[in-house]
Each structure stands twice: as structure tokens, then as C-alpha cells.
T-cell receptor
Framework: DAGITQSPRYKITETGRQVTLMCHQTWSHSYMFWYRQDLGHGLRLIYYSAAADITDKGEVPDGYVVSRSKTENFPLTLESATRSQTSVYFC????????????FGEGSRLTVL | QQQVKQSPQSLIVQKGGISIINCAYENTAFDYFPWYQQFPGKGPALLIAIRPDVSEKKEGRFTISFNKSAKQFSLHIMDSQPGDSATYFCAASLGNEKLTFGTGTRLTIIP
């Protein structure tokens, strides 16, 4: 099916471990984004990418790494997970022409013990 | 630094009533103001959006009111239904830049 998919949907890990959350979109959208959602904070931007090989920091980038070697994929890596990174992570994409609409995946719930 | 402030955090409205969620922004250069709706276990989805050259936009039961001088905008849901129960996020952006979201409002419509 076309759209934006995230994997895994649920992940439990331990402090200090590396975790990668995957995001794949089939629309060939130029822009891709990673947000985290936490109660009381809403959606906060971690990183975004305007095109393959172009990434930029958002509001809360510390502790995260992204790459975008292909237009359709935008993985998010937590190099050494901390408990404060327990959250629901959403990937989103948007086309180059700015209608403004972001298309979100269904989220990846990460628990760091 | 929170550029978009949203209130209330939660809201309970009776079926058939009017739900009102408010947002205020700081950056006067923002030129796009969308509202997103999120159901449990799902990602947010665009509900309705407005640009600052108009004061109101209506789509069905959903209306955005925009007050440029006060730097405020609000979402009104008329004839609220149980199916409207969700979390609502306001947001703002400048041009092609990334969206800045509010903190969200959990809306519950009771029979």
C-alpha cells in the first residue's frame, strides 16, 4: 500500500543501547520529518530533511542521528538510549510544493528501561 | 521557547455543543496555521488550515477564526459529536519551513 510506514510500532530497550526507528514513504515526497510526542509537550521536531543527503536539526536533536541516503527512507537512530527518550515517535512527509500538509505515519512507541 | 501556545489541555463537551480550542503565536512572520486531529493509536492528520489573509475559514462543522492583531487563532467545532473525540493540535509555520505545534488538546464529547 502507498503511504508512510514506520517500524517497529513498539520497541522496548535498555538504557545505553542503540535503537533505530525506520520510516518509509512511497510518495516520493521531498521533505521528511521526525517528531516526538510527549504529554504536555505536544509534537516536537527532532530532525528534518528537505531531500536526499540534506538533513537539519529541529527543536530537540540531542541524542539522535538521522540519515537520508534515499528519498523514500529516513531512519532515526538513538545512539545510546536514555530514559528521557521514552516517547512516541512520528515520521511525516510533505511534497516540495508547500500546501503545508504533513502526512504522518502511525508512530513508533519506544520505551527505554 | 514555545512559539505556539494552546489551551485548554483537555476539554469535555456535551454532544451537540460547541467545542472551542485556542492558540496563540509569537512569531508575526508565520504565514500558515493548520489544525491537526489525532485519534488514539494513529498519527495526526490535517483537519483544516488557514492563511493570515483571511479571518475565518469554514469546512463543514469545523471553523478556524483568525485574529492577526491579537496573534491568536481558534478552532470551533459546531454540533460536536462523539466521533470528534480526539486530540487536536494547532500549528504554525513560515513559508516552506517546518511546522511548530502546540501542546495539544484532548477533546471528549459526552452523550
Amino acid at each position: 500500500d502507498a503511504g508512510i510506514t514506520q517500524s517497529p510500532r513498539y520497541k522496548i530497550t535498555e538504557t545505553g543501547r542503540q535503537v533505530t526507528l525506520m520510516c518509509h514513504q512511497t510518495w516520493s515526497h521531498s521533505y521528511m520529518f521526525w517528531y516526538r510526542q510527549d504529554l504536555g509537550h505536544g509534537l516536537r521536531l527532532i530532525y528534518y530533511s528537505a531531500a536526499a543527503d540534506i538533513t537539519d536539526k529541529g527543536e530537540v536533536p540531542d541524542g539522535y542521528v538521522v540519515s537520508r541516503s534515499k528519498t523514500e527512507n529516513f531512519p532515526l537512530t538513538l545512539e545510546s538510549a536514555t530514559r528521557s527518550q521514552t516517547s512516541v515517535y512520528f515520521c511525516a512527509s510533505r511534497g516540495r510544493t508547500n500546501t503545508g500538509e504533513l502526512f504522518f505515519g502511525e508512530g513508533s512507541r519506544l520505551t527505554v528501561l | 521557547q514555545q512559539q505556539v501556545k494552546q489551551s485548554p489541555q483537555s476539554l469535555i463537551v456535551q454532544k451537540g455543543g460547541i467545542s472551542i480550542i485556542n492558540c496563540a503565536y509569537e512569531n508575526t512572520a508565520f504565514d500558515y496555521f493548520p489544525w491537526y486531529q489525532q485519534f488514539p493509536g494513529k498519527g495526526p492528520a490535517l483537519l483544516i488550515a488557514i492563511r493570515p489573509d483571511v479571518s475565518e475559514k469554514k469546512e463543514g462543522r469545523f471553523t478556524i477564526s483568525f485574529n492577526k492583531s491579537a496573534k491568536q487563532f481558534s478552532l470551533h467545532i459546531m454540533d460536536s459529536q462523539p466521533g470528534d473525540s480526539a486530540t487536536y493540535f494547532c500549528a504554525a509555520s513560515l513559508g516552506n519551513e517546518k511546522l511548530t505545534f502546540g501542546t495539544g488538546t484532548r477533546l471528549t464529547i459526552i452523550p
